[in-house]
């Protein structure tokens, strides 16, 4: 079961802080929920650079939700 990080409502760069903050943790499998085109590029390139694969972006209602998963 994923981790939810819910930033939605948040500004940069606390959903990018969030988001490093649950792979810090060792957490395997992450959805972020961001209601912002630049959150969602911003948690994206963030996740890659921290060596995990962003495996699905959708778009929901006024939201997008990222799917994380580690290497």
Known sequence: MAIIVDARGLSCPQPVL???GEI???SDDIEVLVDTETSKEN???AATSHKCDVTD???EDNFFRIHIKRN
């Open 18 to 20: 969030m988001t490093i």
């Open 24 to 26: 810090k943790k060792g």
């Open 43 to 45: 948690v994206s390139r």
């Open 57 to 59: 972006v959708t778009e």
